[in-house]
C-alpha cells in the first residue's frame, strides 16, 4: 500500500502544482522519490508533529493540497488537537498519512500498535476517514483524497499486502465496492481486513453459505445505502476491522442497522478493548480478535433456530 | 499632546474591550489591555490589508495566537471596518458570530484560535508557503507569555530559522502573569530573548506599551534577511486600568457597571 500511495501522490504531484508532502522524519527508502522530483513540494518537518501539522494548515491556507506523512499514532494522536483545531475547523486542505495501521507494528509494540484511529478521527467535523482494502484501492484513495475539498485521513498498511482486485475497481469515497457476491450474509471489512474477509468468504463457500463481501474503504462518510442493502438482502452482517471494539467500522454499522430497526442478526471482528503487552506478527494479534467464518455460521445457525422457535411457538398458540 | 493615531486607536480597542466583557460577562480583559497597544500599531501603521477586501490574496497574514484576547481583535477589525462596530455589542451571546475565542469565520481574522500553541506551526507553513511561491507578503503572529510553555511553540522555532523564514515576524505579549500566577513562578521563561536568540532568530525586545517605539520597531521588521524575526515586548497585565494592572484576577474577573465606568474614564481620559 505505502508503495502505491508514493506512486499516486508523485503521478498527483506532477500533475498538480499544489501538491505537497510533508513528512515527520519517517519514509526512508519510500518518500526519496518524491523528494527528488520535487524538492520545492518536500518537507522533513522533523520529529515535530504538532508543528507538522500545523504548518500543514498553514501551507494549505495558503493554496496548497497537503499530505502529511508519518507512522502509527504519530501524525494522528500526537497532533489530534492540531487536526481538529488548525486543520478541521478551517477545512483546510490536508490529508493525513499514516502506514502502518492496526497491527501492522505488531511486534514493535502497544506505541506502534495503531488501533483507536478510525474512532477518533470520525469523530472530527469535516473529516473523511479512509482505510483501503488493497494496493489498488489505496492507489485510488490517494487520488480520490487528493481531489476532494477538505480534511482527509489516509489509514494505509506498510508494504506486500496481498492485491485482492485483480482489476482496478470503481473506486467512490463513500462507495463501498462489493467485491465477492452473495446472499446468505454479508462481511464488511475496512482496510487491510478485507483480506480476512475475503478468506471468510471462500471458507464459508465450502460450507454452501455464500457471503457477501464489501470493502468499506470510506469510514466516514459511512456508506449506508450498502449497509441497508445487505440488511435486507443478507440474513446476518459481520463487520472486520483492525481496530479497537469501539466507535470503529463495527460500531458505525452497527449505528445504521439500529437506527434504521433492522433487526438484522449482527457481529462484528475488531480488537478487544486491552492494551497488548507482549511481542506477535499482524497474523497472531488478527487472530485474537477470533474467526468471521465461525461468527457468521453462529449468527445464522442462531438466526434460524429463532425462526425455528417463532414458527413451532405460533403453531402452538394456534393449537 | 495630540494622541496619534496608533494611541487613538488603542484607546478605542481598550474601551470597546472594556465594554463588550463587561457585557458579556466574559474573561481574560487583562489579556487585552496588555495586547492593545501592539495590535493598535499593527492595524494602524504595519499590516497590508484592506478591509473592504478581507480575503484579499496579497494581504499580510496575521495570527492572533492568544485567541482568549478575542475582545481586543474584534475591536481593532471593527474600528478598521472589516465589519460594522455594532457587531461588537453581541460578543458571546446567542448566535453571535464573535466567539469568546477568535474565530476565522469573521471578516479578518486569518485563522481561529484559542487553543495555545497553534498560532506560530500555522504562521510557518503560511511563512514557508510564501517564499517558495516568491509572494512578498508578510506573516506576523502574537503570542502570550503563557502561551511559551506549550512544546508545539519550540517545535516552530527550531522550524522557521532552519527554513529561513525572513518573512515571518512573531510577537511576545510579556505581560509575566498567566492562569495560574505569574509566570517566573508557574514556568520560567527567563531568559526568553536569549532562548529565542539561542533558536537563531533575530530578537529585540522593546516596551510594548511604548507606541512610538513599537512603530519603530515594527516598521523595522523582519530585521534580518535570513532569520525570522521575534519582538519580546514587555507588557503589563490589565494596562490602562490602575485596579487591574498586574493582577492575576482580571485573566477571570468581569468588571461590574461602577468597575466599567471607572475603567473607562482611565483608558478614555485624554493623553
Known sequence: MRTAFIEAVCELAARDPRVWLVTGDLGFSVLERFAQQFPDRFLNAGVAEQNMTGLAAGLALSDCIVFTYSIANFPTLRCLEQIRNDVCYHRANVKIVAVGGGFTYASSGYTHHGLEDLSILSSLPEMTVVAPGDPQEARLATEAIASRQGPCYLRLGKAGEPVIHATPPQFELGRAIRVREGDDATLISTGGMLKEAVDAHDKLRAQGIRARVLSMHTVKPLDESAILEAARETAAIVTLEEHNCHGGLGSAVADVLALAGTGVPFGKIAVPDRFWHVAGSQAHFRGLAGDPAELVARLLGSRRSLAESRRSGRKGLAA | ?271
Not at chain 2, 489591555?33 to 501603521?45: E, M
Not at chain 2, 512578498?136 to 527554513?163: I, N
Not at chain 2, 514587555?234 to 498586574?246: L, S, W
Open chain 2, 1 to 271: 499632546m495630540r494622541s496619534t493615531e496608533s494611541q487613538a486607536l488603542a484607546k478605542r480597542i481598550r474601551s470597546h474591550a472594556l465594554r463588550m466583557v463587561h457585557a458579556a460577562k466574559a474573561s481574560h480583559i487583562g489579556s487585552c489591555l496588555s495586547a492593545a497597544d501592539i495590535l493598535a500599531v499593527l492595524y494602524a501603521k504595519v499590516l497590508r490589508v484592506d478591509p473592504t477586501r478581507p480575503d484579499w490574496p496579497d494581504r499580510d497574514r496575521f495570527i492572533f495566537s492568544k485567541g482568549h484576547a478575542a475582545a481586543a481583535l474584534y475591536a481593532v477589525l471593527a474600528e478598521k471596518g472589516f465589519f460594522p462596530l455594532e457587531w461588537l455589542e453581541s460578543y458571546c451571546r446567542d448566535g453571535s458570530p464573535l466567539t469568546g475565542h477568535a474565530t476565522a469565520t469573521v471578516p479578518g481574522v486569518d485563522v481561529s484560535t484559542g487553543s495555545l500553541g497553534h498560532g506560530l506551526p500555522v504562521a510557518c507553513g503560511m511563512a514557508l508557503a510564501a517564499k517558495r511561491k516568491g509572494l512578498s507578503r508578510r506573516v506576523f503572529c502574537l503570542m502570550s507569555d503563557g502561551e511559551c510553555d506549550e512544546g508545539s511553540v519550540w517545535e516552530a522555532a527550531l522550524f522557521a530559522p532552519h527554513h529561513y523564514l525572513d518573512n515571518l515576524v512573531a510577537i511576545v505579549d510579556y505581560n509575566k502573569l498567566q492562569g495560574f500566577g505569574p509566570v517566573g513562578e508557574v514556568l520560567k521563561l527567563e531568559p526568553l530573548a536569549a532562548k529565542w536568540q539561542a533558536f537563531r532568530w533575530s530578537v529585540r525586545e522593546i516596551d510594548g506599551h511604548d507606541v512610538p517605539a513599537l512603530e519603530e520597531t515594527l516598521a523595522a521588521a523582519p530585521f534580518e534577511p535570513g532569520r525570522p524575526t521575534i519582538i519580546v515586548a514587555h507588557t503589563v497585565k490589565g494596562k490602562g486600568v490602575d485596579y487591574m494592572e498586574n493582577r492575576l484576577a482580571w485573566h477571570y474577573k468581569t468588571p461590574d457597571a461602577a468597575q466599567l465606568d471607572q475603567a473607562l474614564c482611565q483608558v478614555e481620559c485624554p493623553i
